[in-house]
């Protein structure tokens, strides 16, 4: 499991009048009615989608172990001065020093008022095992002080190679030393047409110096969206999808004493997983899901750490050989856990999901559709291998006991509600 990065950076006072003002441009650049979030988020890959590779113009490229983030831009027109954010999740701005970005046209007048879409990694160096923060930035919403979230992935990618990254390399490549004052280093994420996914597999992943989290399926024909997008496709290997969840303890009653019991602290609590199910009066309200596994050494070392462990959303996947939820790592850098809905439709993924080798096998049916709608001949597809044996429905429902669960038994164990 990679290390995920601190991101750097002042962070800007919640609720403040800066916070405020940050949001209500970001909003302005977007066009957007809101002042949410604005970067959007993909869907789960599931075996219906292989018809949709098919149907449209799909890019793929590794999906990066870090911690999305969207680099802002603010620049003064009549001062000509420069001023750049990252944007977290959470919605929540930090200020960067060190930072410039020249214009396309005329590098000695600034880039004007640009809004990014990347991750931010760390790349360690197979060799000397040096650490590198990197910001690898794979869209763009405005650039330049003009707003490009309507047109498809192609024209936003080149935007973002042209005006926004070609002109800082360019500036790099001539002053080095600039790299000093920087907080990280800027790329831009390699794409690939959706058919050539097995080159991303055999070549792109081999090489990555981060830790890898799936893949990535972009729709090449589409505007960006903020908020969930059904044309962006989040794929994992089934055994590996992994859904985000509140951790809530549940200590178990003192057996001796007098008066109303307490929790005995010290005894080895219940591991409880609440799933999001959005906001109530402000306030994320959540809902008890199941039950996670957490084997005695791991509780040994959660409590030598020292740090919080209640109220901390995390990240686990489902154990196929024990059937139960198994801990990956704390997400401090998610606002809340997979919304409900979301939960639900990694389930299905975990269920029925593709895996390597179907992406791989239908990678030709993919290329011929691409050239036919491109008015170019295509290959032969490979001949193809039977289907494997279907697999019953999941018979599970709000009001039915998970199948991914084999937590049986009393609802209430020593007066303590399981």
Known sequence: MSRIPELPGSPVPARSEQEQWLRQNVARLCQLENERFPGSQPVSFGMQDLDKLEGKDYWVCEKSDGVRVLLLVLTNIHTMDQMVYLID?????????????????????????????????????????????????????????????????????????????????KMMREFPHMAQTQPFEIKVKEVKFSYHVGDVFNIDLPALQHGNDGLIYTCAETPYIPGTDQNILKWKPPSENSIDFKLVLRFPPHTAGKGPPQPDLYARPVFELHVYCGDERGAARYEFYDVMHVADDEWESLKASGEQVDER????????????WRMMRFRDDKPAGNFKTVVDNIIQTIHDGVEKEQLIERSAAIRNAWKARHGQPGKPPPPAKPPPPADAAPRYGPLAASRWSKVTGPTVVAGMSR
């Not at 959303?313 to 139960?324: A, C, S």
């Open 89 to 169: 999740r959470h919605n929540s701005y930090r200020e960067l020093s060190g930072l410039y970005f020249p214009h396309h046209e005329d590098p000695t007048k600034p880039l004007r008022s640009t809004l990014v879409d990347g991750e931010l990694v760390v790349d360690v160096d197979p060799r000397t095992q040096h650490e590198t923060l990197r910001y690898l930035a794979f869209d763009c919403l405005v650039v330049d002080d003009q707003n490009v979230m309507s047109k498809p992935l192609d024209k936003r990618y080149g935007r973002l190679k042209l005006w926004f990254h070609q002109p800082y390399a």
């Open 313 to 324: 959303i995390v990240e686990v996947h489902w154990d196929l050989v024990h059937e139960r």
